[in-house]
């Protein structure tokens, strides 16, 4: 072994001596939704397939008519060649879902808010940037890249986040407050509205990340952002989830993306989305906001499951949306909760530090709109009472 190799294998052991080595685990999802592991089919309790639209028949009939018609890849960057009239016509499309000027496509959510935030911030250095202390891994990386220190405020604590900004950032050259509508792992909700305000008040710039709310929540899906249209400044969001595809977009003011066009390095030095995936964001652009029906059912199935978790004894979660936290402590406990749920038949991963913090090692349970109430209780009785 070379000198890094050896250092690389130290470092795999200390995260093995802690019990949090990650492992890939193959699956197949069949058209029903089922998972399909090890030869078990399981109910699925994990994927962020909240509307099941992955097997939507129409996503898959216009990812496969637009490759037939436009070929399976882009060529280029957007900057070259890259760019096709589908891509400025779903962008304009996501731009009108979102209820803002302008959009712009991204290979993916981790890029988008990777290279998005350090554009930001190329433009005014030294600029105090305010994060919720629970934003996606993604965001970090994005500041880091930027090489700036976050002001991180208490998880969605607001009254913290102006107190932070009474004393920080009140002679830097700009201020952005950064943060998540609906919050992956804890499946609470930020408020957009008292958010907006504080910026304005502070002339702050705000980012919400909307990952986990497009598709479910806002008018007709289009996230939380849209009905409160002007209160946030970028709005990012991906395809990857609810919409049933890949990819991600952000979305604000011409002059924004007019800018990102031209600084923002995870969109100039990529080579853009191919037609598949710009077929199926389009589908998905078609069917999502007629799907009241089935976000409503997600919240009846998000309410059932909370109600019967605290009937267990499980202190009460701040979620409402269709991510359940199970909080069980210690990484190993939650392990083996999974476990336990797996040999009956249900897939819902343990959620461990680093991904969440130490201590709240947990099931994230996440729901479909596909679930039926009797999968509710299913699961409910194989987590059992509160240990
Ligand atoms: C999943 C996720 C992302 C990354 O999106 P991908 O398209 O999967 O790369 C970004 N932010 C949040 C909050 C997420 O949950």
């Known amino acids: 072994m070379g ?17 949090h080595r990650r492992m890939l685990s193959p699956v ?24 099941g639209l992955s097997r939507h028949p129409e996503l898959i009939a216009r990812a496969r008519d637009w490759t037939e018609r436009y070929g399976v890849g882009s060529g280029a960057s957007r900057l070259v060649t890259g760019t096709s009239e589908a891509h400025l016509t779903v962008e304009r499309r996501i731009a009108d879902f979102k209820r803002t000027e302008a959009a712009l496509l991204f290979a993916s ?28 891994a993604s965001l970090h990386h994005g ?26 950032g009140r002679n830097a050259p700009a201020r952005i407050i950064v943060t998540e509508s609906v919050f992956s792992m804890d499946g609470d909700t930020a408020d957009l509205s008292r958010l907006s305000q504080i910026a304005s008040a502070h002339d702050a710039f705000l980012f919400v990340d909307e990952a986990h709310a497009t598709g479910v929540h806002g008018p007709g899906g289009a996230g939380l952002s849209a009905a409160i249209p002007g209160g946030v400044d970028l709005v990012m969001g991906t395809f990857s989830k609810a919409m049933g595809s890949f990819g991600a977009y952000v979305a604000g003011s011409r002059l924004l993306c007019d800018y990102l066009v031209n600084a923002c390095s995870g969109f100039i030095y990529s080579t853009a989305p191919p037609p598949a995936v ?24 998000g309410d059932r499951l909370r109600a019967g978790l605290i009937h267990a004894g499980y202190p009460r979660s701040e979620s409402s949306t269709q991510i359940v936290p199970v909080v069980l402590g210690e990484a190993r406990n ?21 991904t969440v ?31």
């Not at 710009?278 to 199935?301: F, K, S």
């Not at 392990?335 to 680093?354: C, D, H, N, T, Y």
């Open 3 to 19: 000198s890094l190799d050896t250092l690389i294998d130290k470092a795999l052991g200390e995260i093995e001596g802690r019990g």
């Open 28 to 51: 197949t999802i069949a058209p029903n939704g089922m998972l399909r592991r090890d030869g078990c089919e399981m109910l699925d309790f994990s994927s962020n397939d909240y509307l």
């Open 109 to 136: 959510g981790w890029q988008a808010n990777a290279a998005v935030l350090p554009a930001l911030l190329a433009a005014a250095p030294g600029a105090a940037v305010f994060t919720d202390r629970l934003i996606h």
């Open 143 to 168: 500041c880091a890249a930027a090489g700036v220190r976050q002001i991180r405020f208490r998880h969605n604590d607001l009254d913290h986040l102006e107190q932070l900004l009474a004393r920080n």
């Open 278 to 301: 710009l077929g199926a964001i389009d589908a998905a652009l078609d069917v999502v906001p007629a799907m009241n029906v089935q976000r409503r059912t997600l919240t009846e199935l």
């Open 334 to 354: 939650a392990v083996a909760v999974s476990q336990k749920l797996a040999e009956q038949g249900m897939l819902a991963a343990a959620i461990r530090p680093p």
């Open 357 to 387: 913090p130490r201590g709240t090692s947990r099931l994230r349970i996440a729901l479909r709109s596909t679930h039926e109430q009797a999968d509710i209780d299913r699961l409910l009785e194989a987590i059992g009472p509160c240990p």
